[in-house]
């Protein structure tokens, strides 16, 4: 039953908490830290404040939020900025794992919010460029966190630059 056994396989790469407190340490750590992130966003016209962490191989902790502009297509996302703030400061170093969070402009309580499509791509090439998977956790809906075992997982079939240049 090969139509199984594949399914099976795919299931593994995504792992759902409940309970923000059945996550690892790091992960929370990590949580922690990107909640703290959005509160740095600069979101007026989407009221949407994104905050996303990464740690690095040797530890450090890098955060980002989203900018938005009244140019509203040069809007970016948290993710993509704390990967290349990280790539900027920290260019040797491997992003080990990530955290997303949302919040609605004076709510406390977390939104759910996963990945957008272009964001997942850029993780996706992230991973090619330091060749090493690493974590996403996010929170799929009310009490589910998700934890991926990495970007890719999150966008199959990706375009990467080997179908640029065999
Ligand atoms: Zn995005």
Redesign the pocket.
Known sequence: MKHHSKNFTFMKEFEIFHDIEELDNESKYLIHKAKEAASHAYAPYSKFH?GAAVILDDGTLVTGS?QENASYPLC?????VVLYTAATQYPEKKIMKMAVVAHRKNHKELSPAT??????Q?MSEFEVRQNKSFEVIMLKSKNEWLKCVSAESLLPYVFKRNNLHE
């Open positions: 994104v989203n970016i996302c948290a993710e993509r990945c957008c499509g272009a964001c997942r850029v």
